[in-house]
């Protein structure tokens, strides 16, 4: 099956396209041409069921994106579906959840099934959590380890996920030089130095 990237460039019209070219008033055609040129993003999953798609972009409306997500202190799934009905009631366009404490799996799976809107994550928290549990630590993992954490999130049907792929070991190396006045501020972003210092 092919991305809606790859339908736009061959002049297909999906039925994605068609319901946000109808959300944002526009023409079919006009989305179709925003789309194939990478100027508009329709991040649905084929995989997520419940799906209403929304497009991202230029010329479209300012999407607005809700976080939520466990951590090793609090970890209910209930605290969490609650969160995602509070996300869906205020009219937000995307979601992400970003846990980090409990069974990350299950949870990220039970808010999929809730959710109407785009579904994100970060795949590295999935690693983060799950190596320990598996006798090893996030920066032992494999690359086809790591890319199987992502296969299977996709699979379950995440429409989008942050994967911090602009970084680089220069980067990382101007940065030992020079050190911003924060550091690594994110996340993710941290934990990726980490593997690649460890791994280089």
Known sequence: MMTQLENARKGTITAEMKAVAV???LDSGELLAA???GLVVIPANRNHKNLQ???IGKGLRTKINANI???GDFSKLDDEVRKLKIVLGCGCDTVMDLSTGGDVTAIR???LAQSS???GNVPVYEMMVEAPRQGKTFVSLEIPQMLEYIRRQAEDGVDFMTIHAGLTLKAIEKLKK???L??????GGSMLTGWMLHNK
Request: glycine share 12%.
């Open 35 to 37: 789309v194939a040129s």
């Open 23 to 25: 959300r944002e008033s």
């Open 69 to 71: 997500g466990t951590s």
């Open 53 to 55: 798609p929304i497009g």
């Open 117 to 119: 809107i785009p579904f």
């Open 182 to 187: 924060a550091g690594i501020v994110s996340r």
């Open 109 to 111: 799976r039970a808010l």
């Open 178 to 180: 020079k050190p911003r």
